[in-house]
Structure formats: structure tokens, C-alpha cells
């Protein structure tokens, strides 16, 4: 490429720049995520860690089914993969009620929440929409101490799930 090619390039990425960056809050609104507990993602999008996009659309950890990270592969929100990041934990008991806010009622397989790799709950919607909140009662399987739940929502019609990682002290 010449300069003069280059210098012409720079000007359209300055130009197109500030209508990307205007995206994450504009359209990428649907999907969903756990507000409480809070999430890691949910403590992006309050401020109570700093983050990067994902603080913009904490409902769009969206990835391939059967992952087991945080990021649900999203190399734009590996920071969620991060366990030294700074995350709030939330005390709770063996028994803990989890709140997900969801931006769109895709139709739904499973819910599942997993510890350590095991999963300890599962929830079939047979593949009904959801309303736009949705609470899952779940029984830890007695672990204590600090742990990562990882929970996972299982979209019916499409080969993706969303994930999202609750960081917990179990006492
Ligand atoms: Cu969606």
C-alpha cells in the first residue's frame, strides 16, 4: 500500500470508529445473565469491578454448548475467565436462589448450574420461552468454602448457550 492509500485507510477507520464503538449499547440488547448473586458479568455492567465490553452487554456470554468457562469462548470477554480479577463473592448457604434477567425469551432446553465440574442442578423447560425473569432454587451438594458456580442456559432452536460465573462463599 502506498502513503497516500494508507493516509485514506486511517481517515476511514477514524470516520467509522465512533459508529462501532456505539454498537454493544444500541443493538446487542438480547439475550441474558445472572443479576443475583451478582455475576461476574453483572458486576462488570454495575461498576463493581472494571471490565471492558462486557460491561456494555453483560447478557451477550454467548457461545457454543458444552463449554465450561466463564467467557463462553468469547475471546472479548476473557477477562471473565480471569479468577484473580478482584470479583465480590457472595456469602450464602447451601441453598441458594439464583436470579437471571433475560433480554429475550429464547426458547429454552436446560438450565444448568455446575460446581468444580460437577453439575449439581439441572432445569427442564422442554423447550418453552421463558418470561423475562427467571429464579432457580438450587442445593450446592455441600460444598463449602470459596467457590465458582458456573451456570449455563441452554437455548432449544440454536446450538448455543449462555453462560455466566457466580463467585460464592459457601458457609
Ligand atoms: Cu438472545
Excluded at 464503538?21 to 441474558?32: E, K, Y
Aim: glycine share 12%; hydrophobic share 35%.
Amino acid at each position: 500500500m502506498n502513503s497516500k492509500r494508507k493516509v485514506a485507510a486511517a481517515a476511514v477507520g477514524a470516520a467509522i470508529a465512533p459508529f462501532l464503538v456505539a454498537i454493544p449499547t444500541g443493538t446487542a440488547s438480547a439475550h441474558g445473565y445472572i443479576d443475583s448473586p451478582p455475576s461476574r458479568q453483572a458486576q462488570c455492567a454495575a461498576g463493581t469491578v472494571p471490565c471492558g465490553e462486557i460491561k456494555y452487554e453483560p447478557q451477550s456470554v454467548e457461545g457454543p454448548k458444552g463449554l465450561t468457562s466463564c467467557s463462553g469462548g468469547n475471546s472479548r470477554f476473557a477477562e471473565l475467565d480471569d479468577d484473580s480479577k478482584g470479583w465480590t463473592t457472595t456469602s450464602v448457604g447451601n441453598s441458594v436462589t439464583f436470579n437471571w434477567t433475560l433480554t429475550a425469551a429464547h426458547a429454552t432446553s436446560t438450565w444448568e448450574y455446575f460446581i468444580g465440574g460437577n453439575r449439581v442442578a439441572v432445569f427442564d423447560d422442554g423447550g418453552q420461552r421463558p418470561p423475562s425473569q427467571v429464579s432457580h432454587t438450587v442445593d450446592l451438594g455441600g460444598v463449602s468454602g470459596q467457590q465458582k458456580l458456573l451456570a449455563v442456559w441452554n437455548i432449544a432452536d440454536t446450538a448455543n448457550a449462555f453462560y455466566a460465573c457466580v463467585d460464592l462463599n459457601v458457609g
